[in-house]
């Protein structure tokens, strides 16, 4: 696969907690939905295959081994809102659910 994150890819990701790994992939899925609403679908998948990258990426991280069972459903369930959408989720869940880890990673460096 060619790595669109070349950085995080090279080791930067690693250094991350899974609140900000995760953040991180809110904002490629965030982008996805937005382009796909606005009917970029070039982007929208571009978008989609980086979100999928981190969330690889994220299984890879060692130190994540413990948690990863709500990263594989939420991966699942990306993928599913791409596709059929047989779980019914909407943009408005997805913007949701991803924002709470981004105010968290902020809140956990301003501390």
């Given at each position: 696969m060619n790595n669109q994150?070349?950085?995080?890819?090279?080791?930067?990701?690693?250094?991350?907690?899974l609140v900000e790994q995760?953040?991180?992939?809110?904002s490629e899925v965030i982008r996805a939905l937005?382009?796909?609403?606005k009917g970029n679908q070039e982007y929208s998948l571009l978008a989609?295959?980086?979100?999928?990258?981190l969330?690889?990426?994220?299984?890879?991280?060692?130190?994540?081994?413990q948690r990863l069972k709500e990263v594989?459903?939420?991966?699942?369930?990306?993928?599913?809102s791409f596709g059929d959408n047989i779980y019914r989720s909407t943009d408005e869940q997805w913007q949701k659910y991803f924002l709470e880890f981004t105010y968290l990673a902020q809140n956990l460096k301003g501390l």
């Open positions: 994150h070349t950085q995080q890819a090279d080791g930067a990701w690693f250094k991350l907690s995760l953040a991180n992939i809110g937005n382009w796909r609403k989609f295959v980086r979100a999928l990258e969330f690889d990426l994220t299984f890879s991280d060692s130190k994540n081994s594989a459903r939420a991966r699942e369930m990306f993928v599913d």
